[in-house]
């Protein structure tokens, strides 16, 4: 993001959908990578009165106004936002679907509730600057890569062997299947080791399956359920009807007592 920004374009369409994971032959690491561009445009070009566009829940509040401002490459950072909170969550920060519902609501409140589940407060920090609504207070790509998250002691410390091993090999040869290395390549916070994917994955895949036994065995519990409930309906049933022979008509009665006293 920062790479593309820095050429003083614009995406416009930042979200999980188009970012793409790449991992070059023989390389060991693992890349991000944007796509479509088909929304792209200079910075300086937009016209905010023309560039409506975007995916809604990534959109930022500055498109979304009535009468908006200058447009700028900070609506980027407010989707890569969205992007990261969706990746950690699985949920958006608002759970809308219209356009006017989304207008309406950055009306009424300044910034995103913190999710339960990042607990990490350096995170947090970083993500509250991502998703600030005022546009000339959010913080920059370049800036951002120099946030805390990335540079403290605990980050530096929360590299793994095999991230600085890529990081110092870049320093010193060429990189397989990459044909133009950059000083991100040799920043080993910024490298993820293929393997790490690959255990993310084996790792989600086991989860799913376990969430299909899951839900496989409670269908079986419904069914089984069913069952028990049919047969108990069945039964009172078929006491309801050998009842029902014993309980003879008022008239049948009457019949059957006077041909006894005849």
């Known amino acids: 993001m920062q790479i593309f920004h820095a050429a003083g374009l614009v995406h416009w369409d930042i979200k999980c959908d188009n970012i793409l994971l790449h991992c070059p032959p023989r390389s060991g690491r693992v890349y991000?990578?944007?796509?479509?561009?088909?929304l792209s445009n200079l910075e300086n070009t937009l016209d905010p009165l023309k560039y409506f566009r975007g995916t809604l829940p990534y959109m930022a509040p500055e498109i979304l106004n009535k009468s908006p401002e200058r447009?700028?490459?900070?609506?980027?950072?407010?989707?890569?936002?969205?992007?990261m909170i969706r990746l950690l969550t699985h949920k958006y920060p608002l759970n809308l679907i219209q356009t006017y519902e989304f207008r309406k609501k950055y009306q009424e409140i300044n910034r995103f509730d913190r999710p339960k589940e990042i607990q990490d407060d350096i995170l947090w920090d970083l993500l509250s600057q991502m998703l600030e609504f005022n546009a000339d207070k959010r913080i920059s790509a370049s800036d951002a890569l120099q946030h805390p998250y990335f540079t403290s002691p605990e980050a530096l410390a929360d590299i793994s062997p095999e991230q600085q091993k890529l990081a110092d090999e870049a320093k010193i040869q060429e990189i397989p299947g990459i044909q133009n290395k950059s000083i991100f390549d040799e920043d080993p916070t910024l490298v993820v080791p293929e393997h790490e994917i690959q255990q993310f994955f084996e790792e989600e895949i086991l989860n799913n399956q376990r969430i299909q036994i899951t839900q496989s065995e409670s269908v079986v519990e419904i069914q089984e359920s069913i069952y028990v409930n049919n047969d108990e309906d069945t039964k009172e049933g078929k006491q309801e009807e050998i009842k029902q022979p014993q309980e003879l008509p008022d008239?049948?009665?009457?019949?059957q007592k006077n041909n006894f006293v005849s």
């Open 32 to 38: 991000s990578k944007i796509s479509d561009f088909g």
């Open 71 to 83: 447009i700028t490459q900070k609506v980027d950072i407010f989707s890569l936002g969205v992007t």
């Open 251 to 255: 008239i049948i009665k009457t019949r």
